[in-house]
Nanobody, 127 residues
Framework: ILYLVESGGGLAQSGGSQRLSCTVSGSRVSRFNMAWFLQAVGKEREAVAGIHSEGSIKYADSVKSRFTASLDNSANTLYLEMTSLKSEDTATYYC?????????????????????WGQGTQVTVAS
């Protein structure tokens, strides 16, 4: 079993930056495809970024050029660097994981592809 714990959320200013972390325990992340999702109040959960275990990264159009996802295999930690924050980025952010062998990376943005989820961290962007 895999345990995911997000951190780094909080209040940010519009136009500012914030860095989220997702610490993984229970197995090495190198065996998993990882992803960040967000869910705003009253809305469906949506994909932000996906990282294949071999290094490919995909982004949602809404965050391209503003957000950067990365994976530190030595630290077993997933990161999301967010810049040029907007009020519409306000949401709970979740990290997710699935064994690479159990998924097709073409479906990286589908939340049902992922087996393991963190508890989420709230990001609030003040305008």
């Amino acid at each position: 079993i895999l345990y995911l714990v997000e951190s780094g959320g909080g209040l940010a200013q519009s136009g500012g930056s914030q860095r989220l972390s997702c610490t993984v325990s229970g197995s090495r992340v190198s065996r998993f495809n990882m992803a960040w999702f967000l869910q705003a109040v009253g809305k469906e959960r949506e994909a932000v970024a996906g990282i294949h275990s071999e290094g490919s990264i995909k982004y949602a159009d809404s965050v391209k050029s503003r957000f950067t996802a990365s994976l530190d295999n030595s630290a077993n930690t997933l990161y999301l660097e967010m810049t040029s924050l907007k009020s519409e980025d306000t949401a709970t952010y979740y990290c997710a994981a699935v064994l690479t062998l159990d998924t097709d990376f073409r479906n990286w943005a589908d939340d049902y592809e992922y087996t393991y989820w963190g508890q989420g961290t709230q990001v609030t962007v003040a305008s």
